[in-house]
């Protein structure tokens, strides 16, 4: 199995909601900073939340408010919970460590308008 498998994308329309899951086989511990990054097509990749360990967490200015980054570091899993959906989130997104380590195959989120 992949080290990182990230799942439950899909179409959702504007304002809408999604919850992505990644589950991190064997290579997420509590001391890990885990990520959520994005790319959409055309542009390279970035970075959407972080969380770090101890519970703190970041984000990216244009998903602040809305998007939110959990982690489940006994299940090995993190999650994104993400609200109030636009267009401009379209994007493949992935989960990983930071600094990042192999990419795992991503799941596909699109908004529409």
């Known amino acids: 199995q992949a080290p990182l498998v990230e799942s439950g994308g899909g179409l959702a329309q504007t304002g809408g909601s999604l919850k992505l899951s990644c589950a991190a086989s064997?290579?997420?511990?509590?001391?890990?900073?885990m990520a959520w990054y994005r790319q959409a097509p055309g542009k390279q990749r970035e970075l959407v939340a972080i969380?770090?360990?101890?519970?703190?967490?970041t984000y990216k200015d244009a998903v602040k408010g809305r998007f939110t980054i959990s982690r489940d570091d006994a299940k090995n899993t993190l999650d994104l919970q993400m609200n109030s959906l636009k267009p401009e989130d379209t994007a493949v997104y992935y989960c990983?460590?930071?600094?990042?380590?192999?990419w795992g195959q991503g799941t596909q989120v699109t908004v529409s308008s």
């Open positions: 990983n460590k930071i600094p990042a380590r192999a």
């Open positions: 064997g290579i997420m511990s509590s001391s890990d900073t």
């Open positions: 969380s770090f360990s101890g519970n703190i967490t």
